[in-house]
């Protein structure tokens, strides 16, 4: 039966359809340009309250948390232009060949990896960071020789921070291990397309 | 031209069903990636630009998004289960005993293609849906050349082993 190709393709032709829904993806097109369009609404609205400390807060705050804020301001300016471009281009579908889609598809993957990496990282350096501003405060406090912050309003505010901190250090370290198996089948299946 | 994009839909459905079918043997994750496929389709067809058939164009995407899936699902087992096997459209010219080896003989196929390496698979089974070597060639990024030594090795390796499963 199976000596041809006409008899292979035959065989293959019988296959059971199933059935595509298609109102479905109608709806979760629908659903994905919400979902754009509310992601690069908060894309932008991100450095807002760092804007907004700086307009109302800037003659309260002290120099080391005045620094922090300009710097950290700065530092998001260019990256929220940044994930907007890319979103912009994310949202379009290509039709390239196969093996550039593997190429592409690993690069993107490799990039997730690096930055959920340096995501992990830049969790347990925050985690520094904060001890030794707060640490700042709470020596100033217990010093007395400058008016620092209240024990009460450092530990809060050090304990939030290292909570959120600690928090995004394992999301990020399980966006590391998966997207790290993702290389691996994607590299595989580079290795078979060479 | 969205109610356009939906009667292409329809009428590559049965295409678009087989893709997914050579790369995913559960049916659950298969359903959930011909949605996908057909989801990237719709999108896709708002950039076609007519620089080749409508039907490579949308293999193309196709099979972009099942490697996609084949990467996103590692972890996933790909073998199906007892209770859990593709059935052939019943002929209503065979006899019953006829339909139900031709139910086995496109099992084994199913299997046999799921477990060839991507480029050996992607050249068989385009070629199954009557693409040229040219075409093929488009798909998958390889030369026209190489995709006539690829499909000729595979195809007899595919048909020994079915002959094999006899």
């Not at chain 1, 959120?164 to 250090?169: E, M, P």
Request: hydrophobic fraction near 45%; proline fraction near 2%.
């Amino acid at each position: 039966m199976t000596n041809n190709t006409d008899d292979l393709a035959a065989l293959w032709q019988t296959q059971e359809v199933q059935a595509i829904d298609v109102e479905k993806i109608q709806r979760e097109l629908h659903m994905q340009r919400w979902k754009q369009r509310f992601y690069m609404l908060v894309d932008v609205l991100g450095p807002v309250p760092l804007a907004l400390i700086l307009y109302y807060q800037s003659d309260k705050l002290p120099l080391s948390a005045l620094i922090i804020t300009w710097a950290t301001l700065i530092i998001t300016v260019p990256f929220v232009i940044y994930f907007l471009w890319l979103r912009r281009h994310a949202a379009f579908t290509t039709a390239v060949d196969t093996q550039s889609h593997v190429n592409v598809l690993y690069r993107q993957v490799a990039n997730n990896v690096k930055i959920a990496f340096y995501t992990k990282h830049s969790c347990w350096v925050s985690c520094v960071m904060l001890l030794l501003f707060f640490g700042g405060e709470i020596f100033k406090t217990l010093s007395a020789s400058e008016e620092g912050l209240s024990l009460v309003r450092i530990a809060v505010w050090l304990g939030l921070g290292l909570v959120i901190s600690f928090g995004c250090f394992i999301w990020a370290r399980g966006r590391e291990r998966k997207f790290r198996s993702r290389l691996e089948e994607l590299a595989a299946i580079r290795s078979q397309l060479e | 031209m969205a109610t356009d994009f939906a009667a292409i839909l329809k009428e590559y459905n049965g295409l678009l069903s087989r893709v997914a079918s050579g790369y995913e043997a559960n049916e659950a994750l298969r359903q959930e990636l011909l949605q996908e496929i057909a989801l990237a389709v719709w999108q896709g067809l708002q950039r076609f630009e007519q620089k080749s058939s409508l039907k490579t164009y949308i293999l193309k995407i196709a099979h972009n998004r099942a490697v996609t899936h084949v990467a996103t699902n590692a972890r996933i087992p790909r073998s199906e289960s007892f209770e859990e096997h593709e059935e052939s459209s019943p002929s209503f010219t065979l006899n019953p005993e006829d339909n139900a080896a031709q139910d086995k003989q496109l099992r084994a196929l199913l299997n046999i293609v799921r477990e060839l390496p991507l480029p050996g698979r992607q050249v068989l089974t385009l070629s199954l849906e009557g693409l040229s070597y040219d075409e093929i060639a488009d798909v998958c990024g390889l030369t026209t050349s190489h995709v006539g030594v690829l499909l000729k090795r595979t195809k007899a390796a595919v048909v020994e082993r079915l002959n094999d499963d006899k």
